[in-house]
């Protein structure tokens, strides 16, 4: 294993910083307001459902994943073959904003690292929220466990490695558009990592920090009041999420993305057979979803009902 960078300010600053300068984007166009969905355990754990879009002129895959909420893998694992960046103008393509909540015990903030999403559950209001995440690129890998909320800042100072202090020409960055921490940061007690917006917006999705947790700037404007100090963290790896909705199994599979998983069949097949529902399941349906590994929650009931879902290959361009 890589040696991780020592002290605070460094280790926080590592954590946080992809290669090469950040991109500042306009932000002004996003909005994000709190979305609530219900759940109810175990039989109602999928939660919204996904919606029709035709792409506009100009637009690429990433600005439409970011209006929807969705990081950049929920669109790259869906449409692979799609040029995220000139996608074809009038097209009408399935947004995927439904999730299978993770299997925790569901208590405030939750983290799956393979899908790259937080989920935020409110125990009171049998409610969670769901927001999109980049993580620790491999050999930084966001750490497992469970932890607190120990500190919280709004508009933190950068303190940069001393390996990018000459570029920058400082040692530590003040608030403003470039600093890579964005607005707000929410430590937790795994060290120096944190729960932070970002200056690269384009990172959300993908495995870009030295193991810290990246959110878009609107995103963690939001979620940032409504998080108090304490507040528990569960950081998971779940590839492989079940969920029920109506009487239906539904199964949503993410790729390995740290190659903890020596064979993801056997893993798969061995997570349906613990199954209380593992003999309602068509079989055929259930490999196509795990051989996919697309995010899309996929109903596999044997006997499935009308229910809002996307065929599995219905969005391949």
């Not at 697309?294 to 009931?301: E, I, K, L």
Request: one cysteine or more.
């Amino acid at each position: 294993m890589k040696t991780r960078l020592l002290g605070f300010a460094l280790l926080l600053a590592g954590c946080c910083w992809i290669f090469g300068s950040p991109v500042v984007a306009d932000d002004e166009e996003y909005h994000a307001a709190v979305r609530r969905f219900e759940y109810r355990i175990p039989d109602n754990t999928v939660v919204g459902a996904p919606l029709w879009y035709k792409i506009g002129e100009k637009e690429t895959m990433l600005d439409i994943a970011r209006k929807h909420g969705l990081g950049y893998n929920e669109v790259d694992l869906l449409f692979p073959r799609m040029d995220a960046w000139i996608p074809p103008t009038g097209r009408k393509v399935s947004i995927p904003t439904f999730w299978v909540l993770p299997p925790t015990q569901h208590q405030q903030l939750v983290i799956n690292l393979p899908e790259l999403r937080l989920y935020y559950f409110e125990k009171g209001s049998a409610t969670v929220q769901t927001y999109p995440i980049g993580i620790g690129d491999e050999g930084w890998e966001t750490p497992l466990g469970t932890f607190h909320i120990n500190d919280k800042r709004d508009h933190p100072t950068w303190y940069i490695p001393a390996s990018l202090q000459e570029k920058y020409g400082m040692a530590s960055m003040p608030p403003g558009p470039e600093n890579p921490l964005g607005d707000y940061v929410m430590k937790f007690s795994a060290g120096a990592y944190g729960v932070h917006g970002t200056a690269m917006p384009w990172g959300v999705g993908r495995l870009v920090s030295h193991g810290c947790i990246r959110l878009y700037p609107e995103h963690i404007k939001i979620l940032y009041p409504q998080v108090p100090l304490g507040t528990k963290l569960e950081i998971i790896y779940e590839p492989l999420k079940f969920g029920q909705r109506n009487g239906q199994l539904f199964v949503e599979a993410h790729p390995d993305v740290y190659r903890k998983i020596p064979d993801y069949n056997q893993y798969a097949l061995s997570k349906l057979a613990q199954h209380p529902l593992a003999k309602t399941v068509d079989q055929k349906q259930f490999l196509m979803a795990v051989k996919l590994q697309n995010g899309v929650p996929t109903n596999v009931s044997r006997f499935a009902a009308d229910e809002v879902s996307l065929k599995l290959v219905e969005n391949m361009p």
